[in-house]
């Protein structure tokens, strides 16, 4: 293993939805003993740390996002056991694991919400957060919807607990200091497990204060990250990851202070909310525009320099697959994954995977009753109660549901994609007799062999790590070119974010670098091809 307690910084993490991702039993759902048996596949992959989306007990109303028992793994998962197999496997092929915490909530099935809701003198009453119901208001049921956050009543108490996602999702009191004391003993528990490191749900909601209608981020935020960060994460080479969609670059240099006070690194989502109408929310589809992604993307490579630490992503559990959003999922499908995994790869910061990224899998077209995630049902009956039509509500689920990124994980040709052997819990995607890791791992001109290749790169060479960025071409339309610089060596990344032949100035100045990696086989000409995209090395 990688000794320097910065080693994430070197580093490549694979997130890994362990639901959809490798069936040992047959019973249709991923679980601890299929990951185990795909180690090699990741090392092969070269990356340094999977996480593991949640596998805690849960009653899985948002697929483990609800935990009930923080300390035991949910029987559809395997065991404490199989964990404890999984992190020494891993160990053995350097590859860490890393945890989800879910923080801000628990299921209500947790003991400590049963207990809670019993009566007003109960120990774990104050664990969740009550307000009375005011004259006149109905106490019956709930108000809002996943993402909005609402009350619900709770007649033993005669009072409504908060909720910020689901009604089964009550959130937790972070006000009380028995709370947070008992959550970062559970964390400290799992470090001791031989965990390597967590990754933070939400984790710019625990200081949201509902009863002063301060949502996210409120005032004790940071001081809530400083202390757990002093009482169970101060371990050596331990990473933490924060995700925190409202995170600018000012707060992300709190959350990833380089003194070490809070996390390792901030997990933020500025870049992939661009392609959206102004006005609407994420359903309300629009193209990318270019110049703004570039414009955004160069904010948060120059203001964290030094200062802070980003993770680089385009894909997790809950976005659709970047190859049919931002590349093109027919014909050009090769080059332009390779092209979008060329662009990301070149930058500061640390870069994820999500499973099957690695072999540009695409997002699926379901019917509109086949949807299983909590969040895209949800739309479809708001937007049906709003009087949407059918067709422009399965075009906003073909482009954004969650469950595009949780079909199976594509492992061959065969029957269910080889993910298992019984029935799969969610469809696999037809395009697995095309798009598999068994005709990918061995092939020298995969996608797969082209992230191999990247993470390879990284590590060989330090100005990807630390170099200083600079983007050229800022109003270009259709190039997204950008420079790193050490002051020892220079790096260049060419990409042409369109299917179609574009001018490239370039052509001169690469011809005098070294090309560590391109996605076409012969040299950049006077025109870049569709998506053609390559980096170059000299040294200054
Ligand atoms: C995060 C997770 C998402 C989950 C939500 C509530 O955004 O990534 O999958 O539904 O938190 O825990
Ligand atoms: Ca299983």
Known sequence: MNQNPNWWQQAVIYQIYPRSFADSNGDGIGDLPGIIEKLDYLQKLGVDAIWLSPVCRSPQYDNGYDVSDYQDIDPLFGTLEDMDRLIAEAKKRDIRIILDLVLNHTSHEHPWFLEAKKSRDNPYHDFYIW???????????????????????????????????SVWQPDLNWSNPKVRQALYDMINWWTDRGVGGFRLDVVDHLGKEPMRHIGKAGPKLHDYVR????????????????????ANTESAKLYSNPDGSELSMVFQFEHILLDQTPEGEKWDLAPLPLVAFKRVMERWQRELHGCGWNSLFYENHDLPRIVSRWGDEGKCRVESAKMLAILLFGMEGTPYIY?????????????LEDYDDIETRNMIAARRKAGYSDESILRSAYGRSRDNARTPMQWTAGENAGFTTGAPWLPVNENHREINAEAQADAPDSIFACYRALIALRKANPVITAGEFRLLLPEDEDLFVYVRDDGKSRLLVVCNFRGHEVPNPFE???????????????PMGAALRPYEAAMFLEQI
């Open 508 to 522: 001169a100045e690469t011809a005098a670098m070294t090309r560590l990696i391109g996605n076409y086989d012969s």
């Open 355 to 367: 499973q099957g990224q690695e072999l540009g899998m695409t997002n699926i077209h379901l019917g």
């Open 227 to 246: 202390e757990m960060s002093a009482a169970a994460f101060r371990r050596p080479g331990l990473v933490t990851v924060g995700e925190a969609w409202s």
């Open 131 to 165: 307000r009375e119901a005011k004259p006149g208001e109905p106490t019956d049921g709930s108000i809002a919807d996943f993402g909005y956050g609402a009350w619900q009543w709770v007649p033993e108490v005669e009072q409504f607990y908060y909720y910020q996602f």
